[in-house]
């Protein structure tokens, strides 16, 4: 929807206000047109209901005003009268209309002194509940949300099992643009594998400002702007749903791409504006590697792998006579440490040969580990049309920044129009992930969309390890790290439990003291 319709919508929302409420006003002393005036009516509504009028602020927020609706509308029904347990069911599961029976039928009794504490513990219980739900969603939707390390793709930075807290706050927090969704839940409800949403009506996209902009080599949450699945693992060749930009799934990479940037990878190293992407420290790029062996001095792999904290998921022989071993993803300072190693001869890093139609632009031009330069496109700048460039930008001309696009008598024609060139609406990022060979990214589906960032992963707060051998235990050493920063990952749970001890003593002899003076 563009700001027009929604323009057109809120109107609308006003008029079913107007018309379902202006004798309450009334009934409580205030005028009817009172109840017309948008923003104003609810401000009103806040002092005829007894309750704050910063609760107008949550009304208009999108998610957590579907949880403000039925409150309002329960305490509406409640304050002129119609406090029993149906009139609370036929205010929710009405989705509010009762109160137009109310308004239009019944004799209004307005409660101007109203006690506003839960008659029995069930309410209490209930209200603390709602006010516990919508402190959460806001928390959840607008400052930061846990995110869990699904593949390996970031491995040696982030691994399979960590549990993080994404800042929303860092980029800017994206307003939902789906409107109407189940809280505190991403795109589909626990257990049943159900949407947990509706596609219908849609914001337009808005971000709030920013306390800073995305970095090259910033560590980056997104939503998969490709994602056509219902869910994270289901199998290839299923045909999925076209799901909301908020409700793709949720991928982590690495930015090594910025808005304006020249992008090209060179035998897996890439290079920005002709320069070597200098990586953090942190960061361990890995690669595929080729180990042949010389068939006589026996090796103990296991315990060469476990040294060198290499997954055994991605070692094994690839031919009958096992004289070569492959390792997929190897960091540099191990692949040193491999040659070392008695028996192995040769240790030779694998690159993709010839192109391939599967990587960006999927034109048959480039591989993996050689592709570009690819031009990064920056909110707007013009670029030139031609038949060359289109592969590169008809996703985004098309599918992100919404216009038609078509070929007649070898010329563009965009919305109706012909052009020969195009200029961008919004800024666009590469990300990949460090794991090289075993990432998909950017170099199989391009740019990802400023509308499509989520947020910036500040800090791991546990850190779960499942092995192949089925034992599970929690990896001590990066509980309570952060994310980004100079030098190696450093854990502050002891500092943490000193802290919480502190809190716990210091209680203690204060209730103590307390005490005594009484």
């Known amino acids: ?34 109840a017309a005036i948008p923003v104003y009516n609810a401000i009103v509504l806040m002092k005829i209901i007894h309750r704050p009028t910063w609760w107008t602020i949550l009304l208009f927020i999108p998610i957590i005003n579907l949880i403000m609706f039925p409150v309002v509308w329960v305490e509406t029904l409640k304050t002129f009268g119609k406090d ?31 006690n506003l504490k839960a008659e029995n513990k069930t309410s209490d219980t209930i209200s603390s509940l709602l006010f516990a739900i919508i402190v959460a969603t806001l ?8 995110f869990t390390i699904p593949t390996p793709s970031l491995e040696k930075s982030l691994l399979v099992g960590d549990f993080l807290f994404v800042s929303k706050l860092n980029y800017g927090p994206r307003v939902p643009m789906t409107t109407v969704a189940l809280p505190m839940v991403h795109d589909s409800i626990p257990l049943t594998k159900k949407k947990s949403y509706l596609s219908w009506p849609q914001l337009p996209y808005l971000r709030l400002p920013a306390f800073e902009k995305i970095n090259r080599c910033d560590i980056v949450v997104f939503n998969w702007p490709v994602d ?14 076209i799901k909301p930009i908020d409700k793709k799934s949720n991928y982590v990479k690495r930015c090594v791409g910025i808005p304006g940037d020249s992008l090209s990878i060179k035998d897996g190293i890439v290079f920005i504006n002709g320069k070597k992407l200098i990586l953090p420290e942190r960061a361990k790029p890995q690669f595929a590697y080729a180990a042949a062996l010389d068939g006589k001095t026996p090796i103990d792999f296991e315990s060469v792998l476990k040294e060198l904290d290499i997954d055994l998921n991605g070692v094994g022989f690839r031919s009958e006579k096992k004289d070569t071993i492959f390792f ?22 694998i690159f993709d040969k010839g192109n391939n139609n599967a990587v960006f632009p999927h034109i048959n031009k480039g591989t993996q580990d050689n592709m570009g330069p690819i031009y990064i496109p920056e909110a707007g700048k013009t670029v030139a049309l031609t038949n060359e460039s289109l592969p590169y930008y008809q996703e985004i001309i098309t599918n992100y920044e919404g216009n038609t696009l078509e070929l007649k008598d070898s010329k563009f024609i965009i919305n109706g129009k012909p052009v020969a060139t195009y200029t961008f609406k919004q800024n666009y990022y590469w990300m990949m992930g460090d794991n090289r060979h075993n990432s998909e990214d950017s170099r ?37 790290t952060t994310v980004n920063g100079e030098g190696q990952p450093q854990s502050y749970f002891k500092y943490f439990l000193i802290l919480l001890a502190l809190y716990f003593v210091g209680e203690f002899f204060w209730k103590r003291r307390k005490n005594n003076k009484v």
Do not use: C
């Open 1 to 34: 929807m563009t700001f027009y319709l929604w323009f057109v919508f809120f109107l609308a929302v006003q008029i079913i206000h107007f018309l379902g409420t202006w004798k309450l006003y009334q009934a409580a002393g205030r005028k009817s047109w009172e």
């Open 84 to 114: 029993s347990t149906l009139d609370t069911l036929l205010g929710i599961f009405t989705l509010g209309f009762y109160v137009y029976y109310v308004n239009y039928t019944q004799k209004l009794q307005y409660k101007t002194e109203r």
């Open 139 to 146: 928390v959840h939707t607008y400052v930061v949300q846990p």
């Open 228 to 241: 056509t699945v219902h869910y994270f693992f289901e199998p290839k060749g299923r045909p999925g749903v």
């Open 328 to 349: 997929n993803a190897v960091t540099e300072a191990n692949a040193q440490r491999l040659k070392t190693i008695p028996g192995i001869i040769s240790l030779d890093r």
């Open 444 to 480: 199989y589906w391009g740019y990802v969309p400023e509308n499509h960032i989520v947020g910036k992963p500040v800090f791991i707060w546990m850190s779960w390890d499942s092995n192949r051998k089925g034992i599970n235990k929690i990896r001590w050493d990066r509980v309570f």
